[in-house]
């Protein structure tokens, strides 16, 4: 979908197709580190997905929709917004969310080598796999790749921050949440993390504090129609450079999924206690290591062929998309 104020015509099928890949994204949004906007970028809707949320910030747009409901011109108001594909996409995010949370929860913290292995795999197959939209590349691309690489790779490894819990930095915060969460490599979860804010959200919405969520998702909602707006005008205007810089996103990233970690600092109160979920402590900042000496070489087997499995699952994954949008 462009800014011509169509929506492709698609069959209840292809609408159960991007359910599908609503629950891939869904479920790579779940793990830390691992962002929703891979996914989609892997998939091919990720354009799509990136302008339909922005005609929702559209002056023109939302002035013709008005215009038509004035006009009890039902049928060209709901033609304007690409509705039936991003409720699509987000009913399998939160199909994702709401029945695989708790196992991976479970995997990551019982088995976390294999499956941080499994998404590194899949996470360098994705930088690969998008790689093939820039049909010709040139020393300012790759500087471009080198650029993203780099700041996500400092994004990613920075200390969560004691940070206010005012109405004004919780807006703030939602909105820098959402806007990682659509910006492939970057984790709208470890934001959160960053900006202190994810054990005050996590605990907001466990307690049911429709005042701190509320404000929250006020800024999630102005943050991911804003980054679009962003993100499509730069896809019009730029559009190899930009996919470089993501690619580098991707690349930059990789320093979060790498399997083998050492806790090193963990999320404390302002009394300096350890802030524990699920009777484990919550850790903020991890050093990367090779398999130290006496791992067991079966683990780093398994390992790898899972890093191999989620490497191949990617190629699998857009081999399909390119069937299916032939």
């Given at each position: 979908?462009?800014?011509?104020?169509?929506?492709?015509?698609?069959?209840?099928?292809?609408?159960?197709?991007?359910?599908?890949?609503?629950?891939?994204?869904?479920?790579?949004?779940?793990?830390?580190?691992?962002?929703?906007?891979?996914?989609?970028?892997?998939?091919?809707?990720?354009?799509?997905?990136?302008?339909?949320?922005?005609?929702?910030?559209?002056?023109?747009?939302?002035?013709?929709?008005?215009?038509?409901?004035?006009?009890?011109?039902?049928?060209?108001?709901?033609?304007?917004?690409?509705?039936?594909?991003?409720?699509?996409?987000?009913?399998?995010?939160?199909?994702?969310?709401?029945?695989?949370?708790?196992s991976?929860?479970?995997?990551?913290?019982?088995?976390?080598?294999?499956?941080?292995?499994?998404f590194?795999?899949?996470?360098?197959?994705?930088?690969?796999?998008?790689?093939?939209?820039?049909?010709?590349?040139?020393?300012?691309?790759?500087?471009g790749?080198?650029?993203?690489?780099?700041?996500?790779?400092?994004?990613?490894?920075?200390?969560?921050?004691?940070?206010?819990?005012?109405?004004?930095?919780l807006?703030?915060?939602?909105?820098?949440?959402?806007?990682?969460?659509?910006?492939?490599?970057?984790?709208?979860?470890?934001?959160l993390?960053?900006?202190?804010?994810?054990?005050?959200?996590?605990s907001?919405?466990?307690?049911?504090?429709?005042?701190?969520?509320?404000?929250?998702?006020?800024?999630?909602?102005?943050?991911?129609?804003?980054?679009?707006?962003?993100?499509?005008?730069?896809?019009?205007?730029?559009?190899?450079?930009?996919?470089?810089?993501?690619?580098?996103?991707?690349?930059?990233?990789?320093?979060?999924?790498?399997?083998?970690?050492?806790?090193?600092a963990?999320?404390?109160?302002?009394?300096?206690?350890?802030?524990?979920?699920?009777?484990?402590?919550?850790?903020?900042?991890?050093?990367?290591?090779?398999?130290?000496?006496?791992?067991?070489?079966?683990?780093?087997?398994?390992?790898?062929?899972?890093?191999l499995?989620?490497?191949g699952?990617?190629?699998?994954?857009?081999?399909?998309?390119?069937?299916?949008?032939?």
């Amino acid at each position: 979908m462009s800014t011509n104020n169509t929506r492709p015509q698609r069959t209840p099928r292809e609408y159960a197709t991007l359910v599908v890949k609503g629950i891939c994204m869904g479920a790579s949004d779940i793990v830390p580190g691992v962002s929703g906007g891979t996914m989609a970028f892997i998939l091919g809707i990720y354009e799509e997905l990136i302008d339909s949320i922005r005609a929702l910030g559209q002056p023109s747009i939302i002035q013709n929709i008005l215009q038509n409901i004035r006009q009890q011109q039902w049928r060209q108001a709901e033609q304007l917004i690409n509705w039936p594909f991003l409720v699509a996409v987000a009913s399998g995010i939160f199909i994702a969310i709401l029945t695989l949370a708790p196992s991976l929860e479970w995997v990551l913290e019982s088995y976390p080598v294999y499956l941080w292995s499994f998404f590194f795999g899949l996470v360098l197959a994705s930088a690969v796999t998008v790689s093939r939209r820039i049909d010709k590349w040139s020393p300012q691309l790759l500087g471009g790749v080198a650029a993203g690489t780099l700041f996500a790779y400092l994004i990613v490894g920075l200390v969560p921050a004691q940070t206010p819990d005012s109405w004004w930095f919780l807006i703030l915060s939602g909105a820098l949440a959402i806007s990682a969460m659509i910006l492939p490599g970057l984790s709208g979860a470890f934001i959160l993390l960053l900006l202190g804010k994810y054990q005050f959200v996590l605990s907001a919405v466990n307690n049911f504090d429709i005042v701190s969520i509320g404000l929250v998702g006020i800024g999630a909602g102005v943050g991911i129609i804003s980054v679009a707006q962003v993100l499509g005008w730069l896809f019009n205007k730029y559009h190899d450079i930009t996919v470089a810089i993501l690619i580098g996103f991707m690349v930059g990233s990789l320093r979060k999924v790498w399997p083998w970690k050492e806790d090193v600092a963990w999320l404390m109160d302002i009394n300096n206690e350890f802030i524990v979920r699920h009777g484990e402590r919550i850790v903020t900042q991890q050093e990367n290591l090779f398999p130290p000496l006496g791992t067991d070489l079966g683990q780093v087997a398994i390992a790898f062929l899972l890093a191999l499995v989620g490497f191949g699952l990617v190629l699998f994954i857009e081999w399909l998309a390119n069937q299916d949008s032939h």
